[in-house]
């Protein structure tokens, strides 16, 4: 770090704090296990603080961070910056040779971002300059995780390692099944990655020796997203095999709608259903692409009955695992539609009962896009795209602040008012977080329009709500 003078020292610790504070989001979805979850519970009403232009195309997949009073974020183009969180004005932008796809990570007043022109790179978070960089043998994908005194990146390259957080020195350096394409996660002192040969390898965090490496799991890869570890479990996301509509038209034909026709067309008569899908998983184990595994040896801890949402045959969004025991995770109800319905879970970590959080609403028919709060009553013409559900062939984030699920579903339009919504788990409502002034927020933008693409969840920095959007917007929404 700058050595500064005494007086500019004082300055700097009074006014300009460049270390994490209490309300920070200093990693991708949050902290080195990316569980997505805070304490923090912006409440309602919510009101637009800033927006910001970007004007530059990002990986829409990887979402910003927040910490010591700054929001950064890269781009495609290379650039990574930093915007002031009071104000949403850009405090400063570092160039990397090339496009920079994984989400930063926060340090002890450095910002560490992975580019795909090979090198990892430490910018110092105050104004932006240059720190250490660190190269390896290919680009890089995925972005950077901060634990233990050490920065741990995965790349390309097909290998793992481990640097100095203070001066890029490298600690460890240890091979995987071939490219590493979705960020690894850290807990207890074991770094966990996605290889290229769609195995999860863990490693230890100090020597880097490998722990166990999981049998080979189903899917196309290990993409886009990251893995997800907290405790004993440790979640990860493949990408299908079939596409999403062909996989939701097999499950609707099996088991969806011999189902409606005994429930007389009552979807959210789940229990027996949920059950039945996890039967159908274990019959086409292939078909599997949300993945429960032991943190302690990489086996399979239980069949979820969570059916794939996403859209453009990509790989799933990753659920939020929270300290009461559940994972909550977004899960699809198929029907004889291209798109098929989807919706916030609570599963259960022990033995895999997936519990829905939106009860007593109703399908009408197999040709009807609207629900009902209960039989005979009609909601408005918005009701589809609530919280509670929505088309699983596009793509969604999540987040939890406190007792609140912040539910993100791509809006590759300019008015995606129902596209940001919240569920509290206290109180089982739900509701949109700014209803139609979202049109207010999300008009114009630039190479937008990336409509099913990889989509990012909400960041809860305190009272305010941040989110990069796909048409490569950032807004800030203050709650209460």
Not at 83 to 104: C, E, V
Not at 422 to 445: P, Q
Not at 451 to 465: D, E, N, Q, W
């Amino acid at each position: 770090m700058k050595k500064l003078t005494e007086p500019l020292l004082i300055f700097a610790l009074l006014f300009l704090p460049a270390t994490a504070l209490p309300d920070d989001w200093p990693q991708l979805q949050k902290n080195p296990g990316h569980t997505g979850y805070t304490t923090d519970q912006p409440n309602p009403p919510y009101r637009l603080k800033w927006r910001f232009e970007i004007n530059e195309p990002t990986h829409t997949g990887s979402p910003p961070i927040v910490a010591a009073g700054k929001v950064y974020l890269g781009t495609n183009w290379g650039n990574l910056i930093a915007i002031a969180l009071d104000s949403g004005k850009k405090a400063w932008s570092y160039k990397t040779g090339t496009a920079i796809l994984g989400t930063p990570a926060f340090y002890e007043e450095i910002v560490y971002a992975n580019s795909m022109d090979h090198r990892c790179y430490a910018v110092e978070a105050g104004d932006g300059s240059p720190f250490w960089t660190f190269e390896t043998g290919e680009g890089i994908l995925a972005g950077p995780v901060v634990a233990g005194g050490k920065v741990f990146i995965a790349g390309r390259d097909g290998f793992v390692y481990a640097l100095k957080t203070d001066n890029g020195e490298e600690v460890w350096k240890s091979p995987v099944g071939g490219p590493v394409m979705a960020t690894p996660a850290y807990d207890n002192g074991v770094l966990y990655v996605g290889g290229g040969d769609n195995r999860v390898y863990a490693f230890a965090g100090k020597t880097g020796k490998e722990i166990w490496r999981s049998e080979k799991l189903p899917g196309m890869a290990i993409r886009d997203y990251w893995l997800v570890v907290s405790g004993d479990t440790v979640i990860v996301s493949t990408q299908q095999v079939l596409s999403a509509h062909t996989t939701h038209h097999k499950i609707d034909k099996a088991l969806m709608e011999p189902f409606r026709e005994r429930h007389n067309g009552k979807m959210l008569v789940q229990n027996e259903l949920l059950e039945q899908v996890r039967e159908w998983y274990i019959a086409h184990p292939y078909q599997k692409t949300f993945h429960v595994l032991n943190a302690g040896d990489g086996s399979e801890k239980f069949v979820a009955p969570i059916v794939h949402v996403h859209g453009g045959g990509c790989t799933g969004p990753l659920p939020v695992l929270a300290p009461d025991g559940y994972a909550y995770a977004m899960y699809s109800l198929g029907r004889l539609c291209a798109s098929g319905w989807a919706f916030v879970g609570r599963l259960d970590l022990t033995g895999g009962k997936l519990e829905p959080l939106i009860k007593n609403r109703y399908w009408i028919d197999k040709n009807e896009w609207e629900w009902q709060a209960e039989p005979g009553a009609n909601l408005d013409r918005h009701s589809a795209f609530a919280v509670g559900f929505c088309v699983s062939d596009q793509s969604w984030g999540l987040a939890r602040g406190g007792d609140k699920i912040f539910a993100v579903r791509d809006p590759g339009w300019a008015s995606g008012e129902g596209a940001y919504s919240y569920i509290d788990l206290r109180t089982g409502k739900d509701g949109w977080l700014y209803g139609a002034n979202f049109r207010e927020i999300l008009r114009g933008g630039s190479y937008g329009g990336a409509f099913h693409a990889t989509a990012s969840p909400m960041v809860i920095s305190g009272k305010y709500l941040i989110h990069k959007t796909v048409r490569n917007l950032v807004f800030c929404l203050e709650g209460k």
